[in-house]
Each structure stands twice: as structure tokens, then as C-alpha cells.
């Protein structure tokens, strides 16, 4: 089946590490996203990227990096900038068109210790 | 700009009853509108969408209409289960291909 993949599902990060979430997608779709979900906000919009080797910043970027060497793969880095990182961290894909919908993997929960 | 407006929650129901869950949009030009699902400590799931004015989307019982005249894309369910219990996001996808934007979700909790 396809679909998309994220790992870990729970992830620990100490002070001052950076930590790496992975998203794999086998849609063969041209575009993915990150989001970050926190309690009562919704989704907000990390990055995104609509072809291999290129991507945009989103809504809430700072402290956040990414790079899309596949088509396949978009990983999200939380650096140690990122002052706040306890969030659910959400990717997707999608094929790119605004009448199609996005495609989510189950997330992954970073805690810091 | 782009923007999804939602009810904000939680709503909570009995087994039977009717649901709404309000979602207005602010967009420039004609987006498309979805409504996503996610249940506890998932992803989010896509259960209906339309994408034009008037369209009317619908699954598992679930139905909203495009209306373009009050910018709203109100959910509707005639009679909600307890497996209905979840949160849900209206969403719109503007001028920037691809890129959605959503509402704050509405928590919604089913009694039996």
C-alpha cells in the first residue's frame, strides 16, 4: 500500500541538540509539507517543497530545516534554535494541484527532556 | 489573505444526534475546501472536500456544501456515532499550489 511513513513516533531531544524527524513518501508525489500541530492552534506550516532540490519557507520556519535531495524523502531538522520544539510534528504530501488533497503520515511527538 | 475561521470547541453529543460544525474561509480568487479528521495520536485523515461554488462533498455520512456567496463550508452529519469522536479541521487551498491553510480544529465528543 502506499503511503507515507514517519519516524520515530516519539522522539526525545535534550538542550541544545538537534534532533532529525524522517518522512518517507511511495505516493510519487511531487510535493511534501511539515507541519506543527500544538494543542488549540491547528496546523501551522513549517516548510514545504513542490520539486526535488527546492523548497519554501512556511508560516513558522525559524529554528527549522530542511533538505529534499529525493523525491521520496523530505527529512525536517529542529535545530537548537528552535526555543520551543514540544509539538506533534506532521508531514505530507501531495501531488501539487489545489484541487487535490494532502496525504498525512501518523506524526511524531517530540519531548524535551 | 488566505484564512479558515472554525467553531471552536469541543462539542459533545449523544449517540443520534445531529452535527454541525461551522467553518468560514477568507480566500482571494476560488480555492478549494476540504474537511480533515484525525483521531487520537494519528495523522490526519481527508473526509470530504469540493471544489467549486455550490459542490456539495459527502462521506460516511458526512456532507458540506461550497457556498460562495457566505464564504462557509459548514459540516453536517445527520446522526453521529460514538466513533465519530474526533477532531476536525476545515481547510482551503488558495493560489499557492498545493499549500493548504486550516482552521483550529474542533474537538468533537460522542456519548452513548
Known amino acids: 500500500d502506499g503511503g507515507i511513513t514517519q519516524s520515530p513516533k516519539y522522539l526525545f531531544r535534550k538542550e541544545g541538540q538537534n534532533v532529525t524527524l524522517s518522512c518517507e513518501q511511495n505516493?510519487?508525489?511531487?510535493?511534501m509539507y511539515w507541519y506543527r500541530q500544538d494543542p488549540g492552534q491547528g496546523l501551522r506550516l513549517i516548510y514545504y517543497?513542490?520539486?526535488?532540490?527546492?523548497?519554501q519557507k512556511g508560516d513558522i520556519a525559524e529554528g527549522y530545516s530542511v533538505s529534499r535531495e529525493k523525491k521520496e524523502s523530505f527529512p525536517l531538522t529542529v535545530t537548537s534554535a528552535q526555543k520551543n520544539p514540544t509539538a506533534f510534528y506532521l508531514c505530507?504530501?501531495?501531488?501539487?494541484?489545489?484541487?487535490?488533497?494532502?496525504?498525512f503520515g501518523d506524526g511524531t511527538r517530540l519531548s524535551i527532556l | 489573505g488566505n484564512s479558515v475561521t472554525q467553531m471552536e470547541g469541543p462539542v459533545t453529543l449523544s449517540e443520534e444526534a445531529f452535527l454541525t460544525i461551522n467553518c468560514t474561509y477568507t480566500?482571494?480568487?476560488?480555492?478549494?475546501l476540504f474537511w480533515y479528521v484525525q483521531y487520537p495520536g494519528e495523522g490526519l485523515q481527508l473526509l470530504l472536500k469540493?471544489?467549486?461554488?455550490?459542490d456539495k462533498g459527502s462521506n460516511k455520512g458526512f456532507e458540506a456544501t461550497y457556498r460562495k456567496e457566505t464564504t462557509s463550508f459548514h459540516l453536517e452529519k445527520g446522526s453521529v456515532q460514538v466513533s465519530d469522536s474526533a477532531v476536525y479541521f476545515c481547510?482551503?487551498?488558495?493560489?499557492?499550489?498545493?499549500?493548504?491553510?486550516f482552521g483550529r480544529g474542533t474537538q468533537l465528543t460522542v456519548w452513548p
Open positions: 505530507a504530501s501531495s501531488i501539487g494541484a489545489r484541487d487535490q488533497p494532502q496525504h
Open positions: 480566500a482571494t480568487g476560488y480555492p478549494s
Open positions: 469540493a471544489t467549486k461554488a455550490d
Open positions: 505516493l510519487n508525489h511531487d510535493a
Open positions: 481547510a482551503l487551498a488558495g493560489s499557492t499550489l498545493g499549500r493548504l491553510y
Open positions: 517543497s513542490q520539486i526535488v532540490n527546492d523548497f
